[in-house]
């Protein structure tokens, strides 16, 4: 199955991505290719994939490069490896692009989760949270004990054993 970041290498060294498309098939058919023999052919489909809980990171050594092929690799491609591997990166990258600006605040809120003390409620939201995110705090402390509720009857139903 066909990941984020997929792409293809062409015997051209060109790296044909499509940022609404990961199927290997599609970015083939959109090159104008085709894939009708293993031996010395025409292109190499390719993957950066995240690795565990790195998803939003834009170091590569948080990511891995992935041949997604069976059968044996072509010499163009072997002999390029490198600069090839290089090239898709560069072209991840340019996927990341509209979704940078984000990046930094979506980190800065997952570091902010960990310093909270769950099991100790202070009574007071930080205003800083509501600040930086747009949080209404009523509507935020609304939702938290509606959701709360809703998980107790779950977990209530599901110990006695009711369906309804």
């Given at each position: 199955m066909c990941k984020y970041f997929s792409c293809i290498a062409t015997r051209n060294l060109k790296i044909v991505w499509?940022?609404?498309?990961?199927?290997?098939?599609d970015l083939i058919a959109k090159a104008g290719l085709t894939d009708d023999k293993l031996k010395d052919r025409d292109f190499v489909r390719l993957e950066f994939?995240?690795?565990?809980?790195?998803l939003l990171s834009s170091n590569q050594t948080?990511?891995?490069?992935?041949?997604d092929e069976e059968g044996t690799l072509p010499e163009w491609y072997i002999k390029n490896e490198p600069y090839i591997?290089?090239?898709?990166?560069?072209?991840?990258?340019k996927s990341f692009a509209p979704y940078r600006k984000n990046v930094n605040a979506v980190n800065k809120f997952i570091a902010s989760l960990k310093t909270i003390k769950w099991f100790?409620?202070?009574g007071k939201i930080s205003?800083?949270?509501h600040i930086s995110f747009g949080i209404d705090i009523k509507s935020a402390r609304d939702a938290a004990g509606d959701a709360a509720w809703d998980a107790a009857r779950g977990a209530a139903r599901d110990a006695a054993g009711d369906d309804a």
């Open positions: 499509d940022k609404n498309k990961t199927s290997h098939e994939v995240p690795k565990k809980g790195t948080d990511w891995e490069y992935k041949i591997k290089q090239e898709v990166w560069k072209e991840c990258q100790s409620f202070s205003k800083s949270w």
